[in-house]
Structures are given as structure tokens and as C-alpha cells.
């Protein structure tokens, strides 16, 4: 069974910086595709960033390039994501997700899902 858990997430001020970094058990973690997406409050779910299974392709939303990188570590099965210079409206819930292959923005072609960690920034 698959399972993926975030953790990191926490309260900064704005301009500051936060690593979040998702665990992964019960898949074979070097196949899949992961990728971050956020939730705010009356928002839908958007996509943050994704990693390919070699880590050497990444894809990023346009609200977080240049301040987000993704990366992975296959041996210790993580997908980490950090974001500096952080901005109030980056304040939401963060979800790690796995995919099988495909780098996509897509939430509906991920597989698995974490359970998601609150960031809150503040100015």
C-alpha cells in the first residue's frame, strides 16, 4: 500500500524560507514521477512542481520559478521542496504525489497522494 507523508511545513515570514520534504513507502519510488501541488482556502488544488524518476528533469508553475526547487533522493525514497523567498500568497496546504512516469501538472494523473502540510507566511 502506498504512502506518502510530508512534513516541514510551518510558519515564516515573508522573504524566508521553508524545505518540505516528503517520505514515501509501499511503491517502487525510483518508477514514479512526484510532484508538489498547494491548496489554499477556497481555492482549488494547483500545481507547485514535479521531478522526473532520473531527478534530472523538473517542471515548475510559473508563480514559483526562480524561488522553488524540487529534488529527489531515490535511495532514501524523498521528494524535497525548497522554497525561499516566500510570499504570503504562497500560504497553503502542500501535498507531496506520485505518478507513474509522466511529468504532468495534471492532479487527476497523479496515483497517490500524502495528507498534506499547512504553510503559513506572514508580512
Not at 481555492?43 to 520559478?65: I, L, M, N, Q
Not at 525514497?77 to 501538472?105: G, H, R, W
Request: with cysteine; charged share 20%.
Amino acid at each position: 500500500q502506498v504512502r506518502l507523508v510530508e512534513s516541514g511545513g510551518g510558519l515564516v515570514q515573508a522573504g524566508g524560507s521553508l524545505r518540505l520534504s516528503c517520505a514515501a513507502s509501499g511503491l517502487s519510488f525510483s518508477t514514479y514521477t512526484m510532484g508538489w501541488f498547494r491548496q489554499a482556502p477556497g481555492k482549488e488544488r494547483e500545481f507547485v512542481a514535479a521531478v522526473t524518476r532520473s531527478g534530472t528533469s523538473t517542471s515548475y508553475a510559473d508563480s514559483v520559478k526562480g524561488r522553488f526547487t524540487i529534488s529527489r533522493d531515490n535511495a532514501k525514497k524523498t521528494v524535497d521542496l525548497q522554497m525561499n523567498s516566500l510570499k504570503p500568497e504562497d500560504t497553503a496546504v502542500y501535498y507531496c504525489a506520485a505518478n507513474l512516469i509522466f511529468l504532468s501538472a495534471l492532479p487527476s494523473e497523479y496515483d497517490a497522494w500524502g495528507q498534506g502540510t499547512q504553510v503559513t507566511v506572514f508580512s
